[in-house]
């Protein structure tokens, strides 16, 4: 099975990165976590971005806040997929993270998931890699069944207790 490459711009993106180290692990999915700078240490971001499929990776996951360049800045060095997580910081709530990492140019597309979207991201790169693997979209199909039931158990709740 293909790995997930997770980079975060700083360790203050941890908590959001631990969401989806938590998916991903829920699903045997196999990856790594590096602290990778945009600005602060951009050979070794795009080092690992260059270098990431041929060692093994099948999706990459790039969690920045503030000026988020690091999604942009990893897909400029791969093919292959790159999510990017915005992540809150400053005095933006996040809009500037959001708005860094959704506004690629033509050309170098990053996906984009919601601000703080730790679990999405992990999600949207199983969704990519079990496009190869039968496994991971069996498991993707019973997680969906169950947040499903989830729901039509507190809608049962809900209903009797205002009937």
Known sequence: MKRVGIIM????????VQKTVETLQSFGVP???HVYSAHR???EAKAFAAS??????????????MAAH???????????????????SGNLDGIDALLSTVQMPSGIPVATVAIGGGV???LLSIQILSVEDAGLAQKLAEK???DARKVL??????SAQYQ
């Open 144 to 146: 969906r069944a169950a």
């Open 52 to 65: 990431a499929r041929e060692n093994g990776f099948g999706v990459l996951i790039a969690a920045a806040g």
């Open 70 to 88: 690091l999604a942009g800045a990893v897909a400029a060095n791969t093919t292959l997929p790159v999510i990017g997580i915005p992540c809150k």
């Open 153 to 158: 158990e507190k809608d049962a709740a809900i």
């Open 9 to 16: 711009g700083s360790d203050s993106d941890l908590p959001i």
């Open 41 to 43: 240490t951009p050979d």
């Open 31 to 33: 990856f790594e976590v």
């Open 120 to 122: 999405n991201a992990a």
